[in-house]
């Protein structure tokens, strides 16, 4: 990887799961795509009108039966999306100038998540997901809307391609293997490197919304139906 930050979470999840000498037992593996809806602070748009999709890798590992460590990694499309907005009480010429902003990165994720609602066999239906999100741009595409025909000049030398920040997921279990999810992320760095003439801000904040399966059964029920043999 060639962000150290993303190469620590990594590594350091690893060594936590392979610590256990029943982590083998305790690994799940899935896959999950959906849809972001994402907006930018500081591109004087206002509204989540940027949408893009998202999609990777997950690896759970089971702390207990309620109870996971989580590590994602794969791909999102976030942004701003300029829809003809207009600034009615427009105070300086900068006010008139509007960024849209489609922006494509490898995304990392590492949490702990909490289920909760157990049913009478024990399948939990409903858990929240919290920990951090690194982003890395690959693609970072821009377009200025100049509605007063002023212009401005936008350097992408001054940008950032990292994000990070803290995202919340809530989940519900469907089945053992499928899993719905709504999150949301706020990235708690600025992107803007150095101030500009009319941008001085740039984080994004996105709506998630998707869907998961479970290559593997989950440990729990693994745990479940040999308890079960035993008592047989």
């Known amino acids: 990887m060639k962000h150290p930050i993303l190469s620590t979470l990594l590594i350091f999840f690893l060594h936590f799961a392979g610590s256990n000498l029943s982590a083998q037992n305790r690994f799940n593996i899935g896959v999950d795509f959906g849809i972001i809806n994402s907006q930018f602070d500081g591109d004087k748009l206002f509204g989540f009108n940027k949408y893009g999709l998202t999609g990777g890798l997950q690896v759970h590992y089971s702390i207990s039966n309620t109870s996971e460590l989580r590590f994602d990694l794969g791909y999102m499309n976030i942004g701003s999306n300029y829809a003809n907005e207009t ?6 010429p900068a006010d008139y100038t509007l960024l849209s902003i489609n922006m494509q990165a490898a995304s990392s994720f590492i949490g702990i998540t909490q289920k909760f609602r157990p049913t009478p066999s024990g399948y939990r239906t409903f858990g929240v997901t919290a920990g951090l999100r ?18 401005f000049e936008f350097d992408r030398q001054n940008i950032s391609s990292t994000t990070y920040g803290p995202d919340i ?20 760095n600025n992107m803007v490197l150095n101030e500009e003439n009319f941008v001085s801000v740039l984080r994004p904040y996105f709506f998630g919304y998707s869907a998961s399966y479970l290559l593997s059964k989950p440990s729990i029920f693994k745990m479940r139906k040999k308890k079960k043999r035993r008592r047989r």
């Open 134 to 151: 690194i982003a890395r741009a690959f693609t970072f595409d821009t377009q200025i809307h100049n509605v007063g025909n002023i212009p």
């Open 87 to 92: 600034r009615p009480n427009v105070i300086t």
């Open 169 to 188: 997921k809530f989940e519900w279990y469907l089945t053992p293997k499928i899993t719905a999810q709504a999150s949301v992320y706020f990235s708690i």
